[in-house]
């Protein structure tokens, strides 16, 4: 178990020194190169080397790539922290190495948005035309540092968050054979199905709008820092995006203007094309020799589909590997804070961030680096989010669990009940403690309006910034609108743990031609209040075929599945679960008109109210599949 390791670990370290840049400057000496790949672009980067480095005593690199700065830049400049990643590792002193990928800050070459993976492995021409990838620009990096710094033991790791997160992810193709470890973590994987673009379809407008505002800046050359291409400090983002109206005014004179090439991509590729399946880094997970240790969050709101399915995508293509999976009550990154102990209105009961690093991230590159200790844990390590406990198993998700359907009734109830056509939602109901299954007149649907000037909020109260705390917040404040379904079980009698990927199947209906779904699982308190535990946006266009969008027949019940991202929570004997239903989140997801137009270029007469209807009759019931762990 987790704790156990921590313990013996705490045990040995009664302090921690401080890490700043007196620190870094007495114990290591920096190095500023410009590192040629293969085609002759130079990527810059720097190295941190400990003093006593020599033959006698040689140590590990450990390297980050990334697009947000491998600075400060100098060789005067020291990094003000570390300068590993962690205190826990600068104190175990590796050689540590930064570096801007290909097109970012001081880096030569074209910057690639998710650059596409070489899918025929390592190529090895080399001149101006050759062709390159992170791979291989991973690949030609590491065979540089082998012969150009010395003291070093051969060995190299690699380790990322979210965007750093996709490079080290791209390192494990046809990895260069000193490669020994990796840590994908929060890693951007797929951004069309369930990374930071897009969710299903549906685009994360709130998110991307902000972020691209900088990251999106023209570079023409090298550059140290990047400016913003607009001031953004709105004091009321649902006002601002509200009044910002259809996305296509996101290219105004005040804005974008058509100076952000990957907004523009974005907007472009509105549909699951080449452009983006070739940004999906899955496929060119084969043939992976470092051992792999994935880490993600429970609570994070960029990335938390990365984590999961890069360890899926390794374990299914790569029988043996050496591959194991973290998951903390972490929002993005949250585990490499000095304390992690509690958020928002949640507490742990622990240090989470600093268990994860001293029981397993610290331990893991030492191991495969150092031949230091030992590194034997499960693997899945994954914490519960309703009993505030690290749970270990052999699998993710766990081999021991059991499908379990919960129906979305008339009545706003949801229970586990098999409805039968004669004798519609009258069958018995079964494990989630509902007494009686009584319904005289069962209604064939439940309906709401979905209106797109006034779009459900995907948070409570106002906010000039995103609020953080939305994955798990009281979710009361939403179920008071008309436009917001709500269905829960009675009381439970027992505690109900579901661990896995959570599937809705809607029978829908809409008046319109697309519409929007969003499905919540709550944990509703005793008290009342109602926690989110997880939610998901699907773009209805999209119900069958991300490539082949298809409009809806107005008022024809359609049956629309998909995947919300796993969990592992125990929903407490006398809680109850609830569903919640809507079509709008906004705006951390755009508005959809509600009509079948490209909404990349959708003019303001295109967004129209209409009638969503939920089915829950025998013909059609609407239901919640989850995976239940059982003892």
Partial sequence: MIVCLLATTMAARAQTRAQDSTFVRQHYIKLDRQIPMRDGVKLYTTIYVPKDASAAKPYPFLMTRTPYSAGPYGENNYRTHGPGPSRELSEEQYIFVYQDVRGRYLSEGQFEEMTPALRAGQAGATGPTAPHDESTDTFDTIEWLLQHVPGNNGRVGMLGISYPGFYASAALPAAHPALKAVSPQ???????????????????????????????????????????????????????????????????????????????????????????????????????????????????????????????????????????????????????????????????????????????????????????????????????????????????????????????????????????????????????????????????????????????????????????????????????????????????????????????????????????FIVKVIDELPDGTQRLVRAEVMRGRFRNSFSKPEAFVPNMPTKVTYELPDVLHTFKQGHRLMVQVQSSWFPLVDRNPQTFVPIATAEEKDFQKATIRLYHDAQHPSAIRVLVLTP
Wanted: aromatic share 14%; proline share 8%; hydrophobic share 35%.
């Fill in 186 to 516: 929060a890693p951007v994987t797929d951004e069309f199905i369930g990374d930071d673009a897009r969710h299903k379809g549906a685009f994360f407008l709130l998110d991307n709008f902000e972020f691209t505002n900088y990251f999106d800046v023209p570079r023409p050359q090298p550059v140290a820092d990047y400016q913003e291409l607009f001031k953004f400090e709105p004091k009321d983002l649902y006002t601002f995006f509200l009044k910002l109206g259809p996305i296509k005014n996101a290219n105004g004179p005040a804005y974008f203007n058509n100076r952000a090439r990957i907004w523009n991509e974005y907007m472009q590729h509105e549909t699951y094309d080449a452009y983006w399946q070739a940004r999906n880094i899955r496929p060119a997970l084969k043939g992976v020799k470092p051992a792999v240790l994935v880490v993600g969050g429970w609570f994070d709101a960029e990335d938390l589909y990365g984590a999961l399915n890069t360890y899926k995508a390794i374990e299914k293509q790569n029988p043996g590997a050496t591959n194991r999976l973290v998951m903390g009550p972490w929002t993005h990154g949250a585990w490499a804070r000095p304390e992690w102990s509690k958020f928002g209105p949640l507490s742990f009961g622990s240090n989470t961030a600093q268990t994860f690093r001293l029981a397993l991230e610290t331990p893991f590159f030492n191991f495969y680096l150092k031949d230091k200790g030992s590194f034997n844990p499960a693997e899945a390590t994954v914490f519960d989010t309703g009993t505030n406990q690290w749970k270990s198993h052999s699998a993710w998700p766990p081999a021991a669990t059991k499908t379990r359907v919960l129906y979305l009734l008339d009545g706003s109830k949801l229970a586990v009940i098999n409805p039968k056509a004669s004798e519609a939602l009258k069958g018995s109901i079964k494990n989630l403690g509902v007494k009686s299954a009584k319904v005289k007149t069962p209604k064939l649907y439940t309906q709401y309006l979905s209106d797109p000037a006034n779009p459900v909020p995907y948070t409570d109260g106002v906010h000039a910034e995103r609020n953080n705390e939305y994955m798990i917040e009281d979710q009361r404040f939403a179920a008071k609108r008309p436009d917001v379904l709500t269905f829960r079980t009675e009381t439970l009698p027992n505690d109900f743990t579901v661990a896995g990927p959570i599937t809705a199947d809607l029978w829908v209906s809409t008046s319109g031609t697309d519409a929007d």
